[in-house]
């Protein structure tokens, strides 16, 4: 399993057009959630995903920098019939090692939907908030401390 780093000026036009489509497919249309995902935080982020055949993305995240301290991850996402098969976790292992090697950040911000709080959990991850809505979806805010 290959996992594929680049920032928004490296990405093929496929590519950002497949990524956006697994974003829609599962944020907006899957979630039943309307809200604008285009939000030109994509153009300063790094962007991290893995292919499947056809050029289908099978899982996604972006991270880009919060403060001088802080890298934050989001629009973490897997293909529906991908899910399950620890595609999510790799990613996050290799977001994280990106944010400590590359971006030089001591700590990793996220704000996570409820359902997907173990998987952070069992990534060092802390909640630091009390459950919230963001679109109508239940979050919790979350840091990780790197070493």
């Keep these: 399993m290959d996992i594929i780093i680049k ?3 490296e990405l093929s036009l496929n590519e950002l057009y497949k990524i ?3 974003r829609s497919q599962v944020f907006v249309v899957e979630q039943n959630c309307i809200y604008q ?3 030109d ?3 300063i982020s790094y962007h991290l995903f893995i292919k499947g055949n056809n050029d289908m993305i099978k899982a996604y995240l972006r991270i880009f920098e919060k403060d001088k301290d802080t890298a934050q991850i989001g629009r973490v996402v897997t293909e529906e019939k991908e899910r399950k098969k620890g595609y999510a976790t790799k990613l996050m292992e290799k977001g994280i090692q990106l944010i400590k090697n590359e971006m030089k950040k001591n700590k990793v911000y996220l704000e996570g939907q409820v359902y997907c709080k173990d998987l952070y959990l069992k990534l ?3 909640i630091i908030s009390d459950e919230f809505l963001e679109d ?4 919790y805010k979350m840091i990780k401390i790197l070493n």
Excluded: S, V
């Excluded at 109508?136 to 979050?139: E, L, N, R, S």
């Design 124 to 126: 060092g991850f802390e």
């Design 7 to 9: 920032k928004f000026d």
């Design 136 to 139: 109508g979806i239940p979050h």
């Design 20 to 22: 956006m489509q697994l």
């Design 37 to 39: 995902d285009l939000d």
């Design 41 to 43: 935080i994509d153009k």
